[in-house]
C-alpha cells in the first residue's frame, strides 16, 4: 500500500550487525529486519546469541536476573536482541543513547521499541521489550526477544 510505502526506511544492518544475528532463529530475525525497515531511527544489533557462560558472566556482573543455567535467557535459545540506535543532534554530533535521564534519548528509545512492537504484530508474534523489566532500578531499553 501507499502508506506501507512511505513508511519504509533506507537503513541496512552492518557488517558487525549481520554476524550478531547470526545463529538467531527466524522469528526474532524477521522482527529485527522488519523494525529496522519501518523505524524512525538507525540502529545496530550489538547482542544476539549466546552461550550459558556468556549469560552467566553478565549475571555475575549484575546486568541480568538470569543465570543462564537455572534461569536461561532467550538470548540462549537465538529468540532475542539487544540494539542500539544510532541518531545524530542538530550539530551532526552522536547522541549518547546510553544516557537515559535525557527526554530526547528516551523519545528515540521509545521509538525504536514501537518499531519491534509493531513488526511484531504485522508479523504475528508476541515481542516482549526489556521497558518491561526492572533490574536494579534501571530498564533493559536495548533488549526484545520473541515469546513463543
Given at each position: 500500500t501507499r502508506k506501507a510505502e512511505e513508511e519504509m526506511t533506507n537503513f541496512k544492518f552492518g557488517k558487525s550487525s549481520l554476524e550478531k544475528l547470526r545463529g538467531l532463529r527466524e522469528p526474532i530475525l524477521e522482527v529485527t529486519h522488519k523494525?529496522?525497515?519501518i523505524s524512525e531511527y538507525d540502529f545496530s544489533v550489538i547482542d544476539g546469541?549466546?552461550?550459558a557462560m556468556q549469560q552467566r558472566?553478565?549475571?555475575?556482573a549484575g546486568k541480568s536476573e538470569l543465570d543462564g543455567f537455572n534461569?536461561?535467557?532467550k538470548h540462549q535459545s537465538g529468540l532475542a536482541v539487544d540494539v542500539y540506535p544510532y541518531v545524530r543532534d542538530d550539530?551532526?554530533?552522536l547522541v549518547d543513547c546510553w544516557n537515559y535521564n535525557n527526554p530526547k534519548v528516551k523519545a528515540i528509545w521509545l521509538e525504536v521499541g514501537r518499531a519491534f512492537l509493531r513488526a511484531g504484530r504485522l508479523l504475528g508474534y508476541e515481542v516482549e521489550w526489556g521497558l518491561s523489566y526492572n533490574?536494579?532500578?534501571g530498564y533493559d531499553y536495548p533488549h526484545f526477544q520473541i515469546n513463543i
Open positions: 523494525a529496522l525497515e546469541l549466546r552461550t558472566e553478565l549475571y555475575e534461569r536461561t535467557s550539530n551532526g554530533s533490574i536494579d532500578g
